[in-house]
């Protein structure tokens, strides 16, 4: 089953080489970088000579706010590589008569689904690593810093974008391609969204607003991840410093715990079971 998946996998790549997906994804990262170094380089020499506020870090500071700028940046764009890639990955193949001849024989539908997960998760996170870590060579180039670490945030933002392509690809069981595409960043723009919710909870001590964020990063653990890994860059910060940093543009760092990770890979399991039941119940 395994090699029948790694089969439908490589594919699935190929049929997304031929469509240009991965074009199209490199001319908006480029665009991106290329921004980041230009605003990099501008925002650390115009804060040299700045004198900060006492018990202030300025060069953490500044280097903590663009590498988060930069990982959400990230994330997005594996997002938009992640809905590209399974936007119409059963329903649209099932409606061109590509998937029936497949699912017969000589592979199942679980298999075909795996194989599709496989190939758009193995691209999407190595597409996110490569990401980060050029704009953490970039902001150490631009100003010499680097976070307090470096090697989880990285992979949490892997596996929040693996997260992603199992909800892309659930949809696409269940919705047609346009649908689906439009559900997919709508739950990302949700988690978003709870996650600034409980900036502003912590920032006017509201704990309504901070229950509701932290239930929706659980729910949607991709951004539970997301706030864990802009949490790490600074982990090793204290006082003003931190505060600062965890006043980010686009959500500040949370500490879930030890059960993150654990929860994360259930839910993708489970996402994917949730796919592949509606899969077998689903006339092609």
Not at 26 to 47: D, H, I, P, Q, V
Not at 48 to 65: F, N, R, W
Not at 67 to 87: D, I, K, Q, R
Not at 97 to 102: E, R
Request: aromatic share 10%; glycine share 12%; proline share 4%.
């Amino acid at each position: 089953m395994i090699s029948d998946a790694l089969t439908i996998a490589a594919y699935s790549l190929r049929e997304s080489l031929r469509r240009r997906v991965f074009l199209v994804v490199a001319l908006l990262t480029a665009a991106f970088l290329l921004l980041y170094r230009l605003g990099a380089r501008r925002a650390f020499a115009e804060t040299a000579g700045v004198l900060p506020p006492e018990g202030i870090d300025a060069q953490t500071l500044v280097g903590a706010t663009l590498l988060g700028l930069s990982m959400f940046a990230t994330l997005f764009l594996g997002t938009v590589l992640a809905v590209f890639l399974t936007l119409g990955a059963v329903r649209g193949d099932a409606e061109r008569g590509l998937l029936q001849p497949l699912v017969v024989r000589p592979l199942g539908r679980t298999t075909v689904l795996l194989g599709r997960f496989l190939g758009a998760a193995a691209v999407c996170a190595l597409y996110v690593l490569v990401v980060y870590g050029a704009a953490l060579a970039l902001t150490r180039e631009a100003g010499g810093w680097t976070p307090d670490r470096i090697v989880l945030p990285g992979l949490e933002l892997a596996g929040a974008v693996a997260i992603l392509v199992a909800l892309s690809l659930l949809g696409s069981v269940l919705l047609s391609a346009t649908a689906n595409g439009i559900a997919v960043f709508m739950l990302f723009g949700a988690g978003l969204v709870g996650g600034l919710l409980g900036q502003i909870g912590e920032a006017i001590d509201s704990p309504t607003l901070e229950r509701v964020s932290t239930r929706t990063a659980w729910a949607l653990p991709f951004e539970a991840l997301y706030q864990d890994a802009l949490r790490r860059l600074t982990e090793d910060a204290s006082g003003f410093t931190r505060f600062a940093v965890e006043l980010g543009p686009f959500g500040g760092g949370y500490d879930y715990g030890s059960l993150l990770p654990w929860w994360s890979l259930a839910y993708l399991g489970g996402v994917l079971a949730l796919g592949a039941v509606a899969f077998a119940r689903r006339d092609l």
